[in-house]
């Protein structure tokens, strides 16, 4: 390691947020997609799939066994556990599209799921399931028009109705990432296009949950500085998964980690997420053994908790095990004296010096941080 590297690495070690009470927040991304449908057994025709291939809406029935198990518990502060469910907030209507020849992907709202719309309202009363902004399609909206009208197999995916089209098998890659930034060649919207779109996604996910959402996160982690000053302009305060930012300069890959609590992109607090819990996806280090073992590490040492989760684990043929593994965690972290809050709410709190107005009841609470001085946090800004 360089000189240049050691320094960095002792100055984020330094300046790491710390919280003198345990705090969870648990991040979830891709609720409200739809992905493959029903019947999959077409999948495995076009390619070796990837695991998000096996991905698909969540049911009423499957979000009533989860917050089953998060009533089950109760925090520090006498909350549920909560679930920070990140949404994409349109899919795209697969019948309407074909009958505009592909000339364009027609976008229907998650309002049109009247039962779903019920039921995730219900786990925004209950404080379980808070539901935070993630995107409107997930992927590139001109790289899959034009895969859709240019490649007949990804034509052939989407008249299928599975949504992703390349992006689902092994042999794809990255063909449609990313949705603020085309990864094929680093190409973005214009700054006005850019803020169209995303007041387009804010409109339909106040119309679903009646609340602006104050934190989101990129898909795929991907978004450029031009991407953080939309999300300023139009009024977010939080950035999520800011441990694994990318994006494209020049054609060129850039990598950053902007530590939890820095405003490096002013006017955006950033969260980054320190454990990975993904028990469906096959490793052995994101199941519930191992995310309590890092987790117990991370509260010895003072530093929040920021769980790395998605949709995937908790629907379909995964649903089962992911419940099992997530009723673990949480009757560990409970046990353990922690407290669970919102992006919005621990965003608030690094903001305003430890106070934060719970979601929902508005009620003034106060963390107290060990280590948030002003130099400390002059360092912390400054680190990527």
């Known amino acids: 390691m360089g000189i240049k590297k050691r320094i960095k690495s002792r ?43 096996y991905d698909q809406l969540e049911s009423v029935e499957e979000l009533e066994l989860l917050y089953q198990v998060l009533c089950k ?9 909560l679930i920070e469910a990140n949404f994409i907030v349109s899919n795209p209507d697969f019948i309407a599209t074909k009958e505009v020849d592909y000339q364009s992907i027609i976008l229907k709202p998650i309002t049109q799921y009247r039962d779903l719309i019920k039921k995730w309202n219900e786990g925004i009363t209950k404080r379980i399931f808070i539901p935070q902004y993630h995107g409107r399609l997930h992927f590139n909206y001109e790289r899959m028009l034009e895969m859709i009208q240019n490649d ?12 992703g089209g390349l992006n689902n098998y092994k042999h794809g890659g990255w063909t449609l990432h990313s949705e603020y930034q085309k990864w094929e060649d680093g190409s973005e919207m214009s700054s006005i296009q850019l803020l169209k779109w995303l007041n387009t996604g804010i409109s339909d996910f106040q119309n679903a949950f009646g609340y602006f959402p104050k934190s989101t996160i990129a898909p795929q982690y991907v978004f450029t500085p031009k991407t953080a000053k939309a999300f300023v302009e139009l009024g977010f305060q939080v950035v999520q998964g800011t441990n694994m930012q990318m994006y494209k300069k020049s054609n060129k890959k850039i990598s950053r980690h902007v530590p939890t609590g820095s405003k490096y992109y002013k006017g955006l607090v950033a969260l980054s997420r320190n454990i990975k819990f993904e028990p469906s996806r096959g490793n052995i280090d994101w199941k519930y053994k191992a995310a309590i ?37 949480m009757d560990g972290l409970t046990k353990m004296g922690c407290i669970f809050l919102s992006s919005e709410e621990f965003g608030e709190a690094i903001m305003n010096d430890g106070v934060y107005r719970e979601f929902g009841t508005q009620k003034k609470q106060k963390i107290q941080f060990a280590n948030n001085s002003k130099i400390v946090q002059l360092i912390r800004n400054q680190i990527t």
């Not at 007949?152 to 949504?163: A, E, G, P, R």
């Not at 010895?300 to 949709?311: L, T």
């Open 293 to 329: 073992k890092k987790c117990k590490k991370l509260i010895n040492n003072n530093i929040p908790i920021i769980i790395d989760s998605h949709r995937i684990n908790y629907v379909g043929k995964f649903a089962e095990e992911g419940r099992e593994e997530l009723d673990k965690l």
């Open 152 to 163: 007949t197999v990804s034509k052939d995916i989407f008249d299928l109705q599975f949504h």
């Open 73 to 81: 518990y109760k925090d520090a502060n006498g909350y549920h556990p």
């Open 11 to 53: 100055l984020r070690l330094f300046t790491t947020l710390k919280c003198k009470q345990p705090i969870v927040i648990f991040q979830s991304d891709d609720w409200g997609m739809v992905r493959s449908p029903v019947n999959k057994d077409f999948i495995a025709d076009y390619g070796e799939p990837k695991i998000w291939a």
